[in-house]
């Protein structure tokens, strides 16, 4: 287990290496110089070449053999390829256009978004895990049958239109909740309630559907034919014997949806102005601001790749056989 | 014992039904996924036919005033510079299935040569490719899409500038291909040891030839399962990307009308987003379930 362990701590360097070169390769190699773009149509060649100094674009893209020669050998560093390793470690994304510091914008935009995305997380989570286990208490029954079919609608539903439609009907029309707005602190909770709802909305089809295969496996075992003859009840039955059994799956299952939780909480933050990290990467997608794209990418992957490994880590701590593989 | 002179008899040998006529047998059989299979074909048609000219290329031609509410000659109305809803509606569908159809081959044509070469040869080839889908599978999915979309734009690829709709093609194809990559090496892992493949390589065949026409024959089905489920991925994403101004530009896309509609629902035009709503919502419900009935009369695991 030890062995499994630290051969998953030693990968995990190589996929932080491998996200920077995917990164580096979009960002420096495939897109290019973008200062001229940055400067915009009218501007002097000065502030272009000032620009390219800015962003680094003035720099050879992977070693500086001119620089190495007048400088001595470690100036081969200085390069746009070792300047992109150094920023991303060292957490400092240099200014976003807007002239403020990246590094500040991604940690103040991580409080809104997370006051987002944790009540969806954790609703959804609730919600669609006891509703699978009553839906597979009575598989194949009409009520069974209903719920998966809602679920495939839900599915097929573009959530761009769940978005718009609820916002429409539940807050411009009907007046429920508050269209649009941010406030920090507990004054601004009232701006999260439609959102979030909507966020849970998008999600439930999919998870419940999920969730159904796996309690559909479990429910036929002989430890649930075995506490029912015990006679215990249902409500016992589902949450100590069905869930505990189910808990793997879920895990997994859970750890996965953390990427797809950025996904909505883009969209979300956008339509209902909540100054989150999604917000920030559709403003920076339209101000064509690379390094603000750069940095999000960057951060997120590492976070995802840290909870993938915390996630493995448990695992094999929880469960003997995985360190087999 | 005298019997041991009678001569061998084969057992008569009727002609075996293919996996995939057997699987086409179990399909037909259930009618709701044959209505959506009808209603795929469907779009498929009217995709090939607006990408021919046949229907719709006068969707730029304005019809009536600006908002026209629907109305029997314009079922969907009109948009703000006149133009009906319902033909650009229509046009859409190309956008749509294009992006799925050249975002489907280009993550085929990278993930099942890459899947079955680590499954194949293992080893070295193996972990660099291992490695290769870790690091893209690291990075969430739509931002990771987002990420390819937005550096692709504008960039040009052997002299051919890529614009709009043609870097969401590129961007879904080079993401999407790291779940079927994953998929087939693990399949190839699996029969690479089975005698059908032993026999193979003891006649002489070589590698490529082993892995192209005797391994990958073998799990096609798998590639087709995995796919109708992806359609609908595809499709929803190109939607995300046209409205995040990353893809279609001078064409009408469902995610360009909804953009547009964005503004209009809040005066109450309601039209223009629904019926992009409408065309997503038909083509994804039948994806969805004529997709779960393939995979049900593919998978020979769950055959009951």
Redesign the interface.
């Known amino acids: 287990m030890l062995s499994y362990i630290v051969r998953r701590l030693l990968y995990t360097p190589l996929i932080v290496v491998g996200v920077l070169l995917v990164t580096f390769l979009l960002f420096r190699v495939v897109q290019g110089d973008v200062s001229s773009d940055i400067a915009g149509k009218n501007a002097s060649p000065e502030t272009i070449a000032e620009i390219r100094k800015e962003y680094g674009y003035d720099k050879p893209l992977i070693i500086n053999t001119e620089a190495a020669r007048e400088r001595g050998v470690l100036a081969v560093f200085d390069s746009q390829f070792f300047h992109h390793f150094k920023s991303a470690l060292t957490l400092d994304f240099g200014r976003s256009r807007s002239k403020q510091k990246i590094s500040t914008l991604l940690m103040e935009g991580a409080i809104p978004s997370l006051s987002l995305t944790a009540p969806i997380f954790l609703g959804l989570l609730i919600t669609s895990v006891s509703l699978s286990m009553l839906v597979a208490l009575r598989r194949g029954g009409p009520f069974d049958t209903s719920v998966v079919v809602v679920c495939v609608m839900g599915m097929s539903l573009p959530i761009l239109a769940t978005i718009l439609f609820g916002q429409y009907f539940l807050a411009h029309k009907l007046g429920w909740f508050p269209v649009f707005g941010y406030e920090p602190g507990l004054a601004g909770a009232k701006y999260f309630v439609l959102p979030a709802l909507l966020g849970m909305l998008a999600g439930l089809g999919g998870d419940v559907r999920f969730y159904r295969t796996v309690m559909l496996d479990e429910i036929q075992s002989d430890y649930i034919r075995t506490a029912r003859a015990k006679g215990q009840g249902t409500l016992r039955i589902l949450y100590k014997h069905l869930l505990k059994n189910a808990m793997i799956p879920i895990i997994s299952k859970v750890v996965l949806a953390i990427p797809f939780l950025f996904l909505g909480s883009l969209l979300l933050e956008r339509f209902f102005g909540i100054p989150g990290l999604g917000y920030l990467m559709i403003e920076a997608i339209g101000a064509r601001d690379s390094q603000v794209i750069m940095a999000l990418t960057f951060i997120i992957s590492i976070l995802f790749v840290l909870g993938n490994l915390a996630t493995d880590v448990c695992y094999a701590l929880v469960d003997p056989r995985v360190s087999l593989n | 014992m005298t019997a041991a002179t009678t001569e061998f008899v084969p057992p008569s040998a009727s002609a075996g039904r293919s996996l995939w006529y057997d699987a086409w047998l179990r399909f037909k059989r259930n009618k709701l996924a044959m209505v959506m299979l009808g209603v795929v074909l469907l779009y498929v048609a009217v995709g090939i036919g607006v990408a021919a000219g046949w229907l719709t290329a006068d969707w730029k031609e304005s019809v009536g005033p600006s908002y026209a509410a629907p109305s029997w000659e314009h079922p969907f109305g009109t948009d703000i510079f006149g133009q009906s809803v319902f033909r650009k509606m229509i046009y859409g569908t190309k956008i749509s299935l294009s992006v799925a159809f050249f975002a489907s081959l280009l993550s085929i044509g990278i993930g099942v040569p890459m899947g079955a070469a680590a499954g194949f040869f293992r080893g070295v080839v193996d972990e660099v490719i291992v490695?290769?889908y870790?690091?893209?599978s690291?990075?969430?999915?739509?931002?990771?899409i987002?990420?390819?979309a937005?550096?692709?734009q504008g960039?040009s690829l052997f002299g051919f500038k890529l614009t709009g709709i043609t870097s969401v093609y590129l961007a879904l194809g080079l993401t999407s291909w790291v779940g079927l990559c994953r998929l087939i090496r693990g399949e190839v892992i699996k029969h690479k040891d089975r005698d059908y493949v032993t026999a193979a390589t003891a006649y002489g065949a070589s590698k490529t030839r082993v892995i192209f026409r005797h391994v990958i024959p073998n799990v096609t089905h798998l590639i087709l399962i995995d796919f109708s489920l992806r359609f609908?991925g595809f499709i929803?994403a190109e939607?995300?990307l046209s409205?995040?101004?990353?893809g279609a530009k001078s064409e009408p896309s469902?995610?360009v009308m909804?953009d547009d509609?964005?503004l209009e629902?809040?005066r109450g035009y309601?039209w223009q987003?629904a019926a992009?709503?409408l065309a997503?919502?038909g083509i994804?419900?039948a994806l969805?379930?004529a997709g779960?009935a393939l995979r049900d009369a593919l998978d020979p695991k769950i055959r009951t």
């Open positions: 490695w290769l870790s690091t893209l690291s990075i969430p999915g739509l931002l990771l987002l990420a390819f937005y550096a692709l960039t609908v929803h939607v995300i409205f995040l101004g990353l469902w995610g909804i509609a964005r629902l809040s309601w987003m992009a709503t997503i919502f994804s419900l969805n379930i779960d």
